[in-house]
Nanobody, 129 residues
Framework: EVQLVESGGGAVQAGGSLRLSCEAS????????ISWFRQAPGKEREGVSC????????YYTDSVKGRFTIASDNAKNTVYLQMNSLKPEDTAVYYC??????????????????????WGKGTLVTVSS
């Protein structure tokens, strides 16, 4: 059984930082692309970042480039999202998702997004101005 458990959300002021963690079980990070999505109130869910199982390539949506960093620790089967210089518009529920041999370009900044198969329950990030 696949389980993805997010942690690390919270409330911060603009300009602050948070690190989200996604602890995975029932998947091997070598085989599954792991992505972070977010959904703000009243908005559609969007892909934020992804790490590809194929070659470890990293992907970011334009609005977080230079501020967010995705990284994996395969020994801990955990993927992290380091979020710096947070803005109020980053406020959302952040979800970790996994897809076997997933194609990161399918999740982020695409006109025809595909959703991964496996999802965590999400962690709330609130950024105040």
């Amino acid at each position: 059984e696949v389980q993805l458990v997010e942690s690390g959300g919270g409330a911060v002021q603009a300009g602050g930082s948070l690190r989200l963690s996604c602890e995975a079980s029932g998947v091997t990070l070598d085989d599954y692309s792991i992505s972070w999505f977010r959904q703000a109130p009243g908005k559609e869910r969007e892909g934020v970042s992804c790490i590809s199982s194929a070659d470890g390539s990293l992907y970011y949506t334009d609005s977080v480039k230079g501020r967010f960093t995705i990284a994996s620790d395969n020994a801990k089967n955990t993927v992290y999202l380091q979020m710096n210089s947070l803005k109020p518009e980053d406020t959302a529920v952040y979800y970790c998702a996994a897809d076997f041999a997933g194609v990161c370009e399918s999740y982020i900044d695409t006109s025809y997004p595909v959703e991964p198969d496996e999802w965590g329950k999400g962690t709330l990030v609130t950024v105040s101005s």
